[in-house]
C-alpha cells in the first residue's frame, strides 16, 4: 500500500517559516568589520561598532554607545544616552551625547565640535580638534592636544595637560535656573593649565574658579565676569 504524501497545512508553513527565521544566526547590523566600509548608521536602541581601519559615514543612534576602532574614518558620532570611544588614529567629525563620555586616543583628528551635558571629555596625545568643546556637568581632560576654538563649561573641572594649546577661549559660564540648592561657593570648578600649555585667547570667568596655573603656561587676558568678594 502507498502511503500518502506528508503535506503540511498553510498555517504550519508559515510557522516552519518562523522558527526558520528566528533559528538564523544574528546579523550585527550596526557593525562595520575591520577595514571594510559603510555609509550613514541611524538607529535608535542600540550599539554602533566600527572596527580598524574601516570607514563610515555619520553615526547616529539615540540609546547606545559608539564605538570608532583604531585608524577608521568615520562622519559625525551622535547619540543620547551613551558614551562615544575613539581610540587611536582616528578621524572623526564632530562628536555629541547627552548623557555619556567622549574618550579619544592617541593622535585623534576631530574636524568638527565636540560636546556633552552629563558627561566627561578626554583627549590624550596627538589630539587635534578643530571645533571647540563645550560641556555642563562633566569633566575635560586634555593631554598634549591641540583645539582651535573655545573650550566651555559650567559646572565641570577643566585640566588642560602637556602641552595642550587652545587658540580661543576658556569659558566657565554662569549657572543659571536652580543649578545651585544653597551655593555654588563650595564647588568651585577646578581649571588646571599645566606645564607648557597655552589658552591664547585668555580666560572668560562668569563665576569662581579654583585657578591652578603652571609658571611655564601662556593664557591671555583674564576677563572676570562677576563681582569678585
Known sequence: ?????????????????????????AVHAHDVPDGKKARDIDTVNADIEIGRDAEAGDLD???????????????????????????????????????????????????????????????????????????VNGTIKLTGTSVERDIETVNGDISLLAGSTVKGKLIVRKPHGNWCLFSCDDDKPVIEIGANAEVAGGLLLEREVELRQ?????????????DKK
Do not use: H, Q, W
Request: contains cysteine; proline residues 4%.
Open 61 to 135: 543612534t539615540v540609546n547606545g554607545d559608539i564605538e570608532v576602532g583604531a585608524g577608521s574614518k568615520v562622519g559625525d558620532a551622535d547619540t543620547v544616552n551613551g558614551d562615544i570611544t575613539l581610540a587611536d588614529g582616528v578621524s572623526a567629525g564632530g562628536a555629541e551625547t547627552v548623557n555619556g563620555d567622549i574618550e579619544a586616543g592617541r593622535d585623534v583628528v576631530a574636524n568638527g565640535d565636540i560636546e556633552t551635558v552629563n558627561g566627561a571629555i578626554k583627549f590624550d596625545n596627538g589630539g587635534r580638534v578643530s571645533g571647540g568643546l563645550e560641556t
Open 1 to 25: 500500500m502507498r502511503s500518502k504524501p506528508f503535506v503540511l497545512s498553510p498555517t504550519a508553513l508559515i510557522l516552519a517559516a518562523l522558527i526558520g527565521l528566528c533559528t538564523l544566526p
Open 214 to 226: 603652571d609658571p611655564s603656561a601662556k593664557v591671555g587676558p583674564i576677563v572676570y565676569a562677576y
